[in-house]
Nanobody, 125 residues
Framework: QVQLTESGGGLVQAGGSLRLSCAAS????????MGWFRQAPGKEREFVAS???????AYADSVKGRFTISRDNSKNTVALQMNSLKAEDTAVYYC???????????????????WGQGTQVTVSS
């Protein structure tokens, strides 16, 4: 059974950095694109970043240049390094696994079938 477990959230001042990590089990990790999504209070969940099995990244425009997604296929982990954080980055961040193996870049939640429990990121201004 696929399990995704996020960690690394917390409270940080605007301009600061946080690193989120997601540990995956129950899947052939390297064959799946992994994604990060976030949901702010009162808003819909939105795409943040994704990374292919071979390490090719994709980003939402709102985080491009500030966030970096990476993965370690030997450890079944995917990370999201968040720099220059802004108050509007405050949200619950979710790790997700794309449904298809070797899937192409997708920002649609419907393309992702397994989700972690989420980790809270709060940026104070």
């Amino acid at each position: 059974q696929v399990q995704l477990t996020e960690s690394g959230g917390g409270l940080v001042q605007a301009g600061g950095s946080l690193r989120l990590s997601c540990a995956a089990s129950g899947l052939t990790f390297s064959t799946y694109r992994m994604g990060w999504f976030r949901q702010a209070p009162g808003k819909e969940r939105e795409f943040v970043a994704s990374i292919s099995g071979s390490g090719g990244p994709a980003y939402a425009d709102s985080v491009k240049g500030r966030f970096t997604i990476s993965r370690d296929n030997s450890k079944n982990t995917v990370a999201l390094q968040m720099n220059s954080l802004k108050a509007e980055d405050t949200a619950v961040y979710y790790c997700a696994k794309q449904n298809r193996t070797y899937g192409s870049t997708s920002k649609s939640q419907g393309e992702y079938g397994y989700w972690g429990q989420g980790t809270q990121v709060t940026v104070s201004s």
